[in-house]
């Protein structure tokens, strides 16, 4: 028998139709970062530092120190769908694994000058409804105001924010460019887990929906167990 999202959790709001348009409450989903040392994003975010000099690389997966480096900035969708499996299996595999699966279904490009395309959400898609049996749903457009329905029927989502979501009382400097894990709302709050947060409170953050939404973009990926 497949396991639901959330079964070993005993998360009920795995359970499609559990929650309400009030209310729902992923419980007990467990944050993973895009960079290994989660001490050190601040620096990496806002002093420059190099993440290739992160003493934990290996964590990742990465079979080499540059390769680590090469893809860490590019990885927020990797550790979002670490936290999802994880929520249902009480494990993930490391953040390259699930970087080598998805570029494999073309989530990301490399282009021939180097630089790096993606998450590209289709083959995102494909690759975790094959390889990790979960259900997709891409939400090229996507409301803030639809994130509860979406929650209340069992889903975590994906969204696209700006990065400095991890600082939410500054203004927004713009939408998307990041990717966080939806996993809850309550009482007009959303509740999220950063990959990139420099903070414990930024990495578990609760924002008023309206703050939430200067930085959403707009678009994000569904998933639960199908
Ligand atoms: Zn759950």
Same mark, same amino acid.
């Given at each position: ?13 795995c ?6 348009g ?10 993973f ?102 259900? +997709?749903? @891409? #939400?090229?457009h996507?409301?803030?105001?639809? /994130? =509860?329905?979406?929650l209340?029927? %069992? $889903? *975590? &989502?994906? +969204?696209? @924010? #700006? ?6 009382? /500054? =203004?927004?400097?713009?939408?998307? %460019? $990041? *990717? &966080?894990?939806?996993?809850? #709302? ?19 953050a ?5 703050v ?15």
């Amino acid at each position: 028998m497949p396991r639901l999202l959330g079964e070993i959790m005993g998360c009920q709001a795995c359970t499609p139709g559990a929650g309400s348009g009030r209310q729902a409450l992923h419980d007990g989903v467990a944050l993973f970062t895009q960079y290994m040392s989660a001490e050190r994003i601040g620096a990496i975010a806002y002093d420059g530092a190099d993440p290739a000099d992160d003493p934990q690389w290996r964590l990742s997966g990465a079979r080499t120190r540059a390769e680590y480096a090469l893809w860490c900035r590019h990885c927020c969708g990797m550790a979002c769908l670490q936290m999802v499996l994880d929520h249902r299996d009480g494990h993930a595999p490391p953040l390259l694994e699930l970087l080598h699966g998805c570029r494999a279904y073309g989530g990301y490009v490399e282009n021939a000058d180097g630089q790096i395309k993606g998450l590209y959400y289709a083959p995102f898609a494909d690759y975790v409804r094959a390889e990790h049996r979960l259900h +997709a749903d @891409v #939400h090229p457009h996507l409301a803030a105001a639809e /994130l =509860p329905g979406l929650l209340a029927d %069992g $889903h *975590l &989502v994906m +969204a696209s @924010v #700006h990065w400095e979501i991890r600082r939410p009382d /500054l =203004p927004a400097p713009g939408r998307g %460019g $990041h *990717l &966080v894990l939806i996993t809850g #709302h309550e009482h007009g709050l959303i509740h999220l887990h950063n990959p990139s947060g420099h903070t414990p409170g930024a990495r578990r953050a609760s924002l008023p929906m309206d703050v939430f939404e200067s930085f959403f973009a707009g678009r994000g990926i569904a998933l639960r167990m199908r």
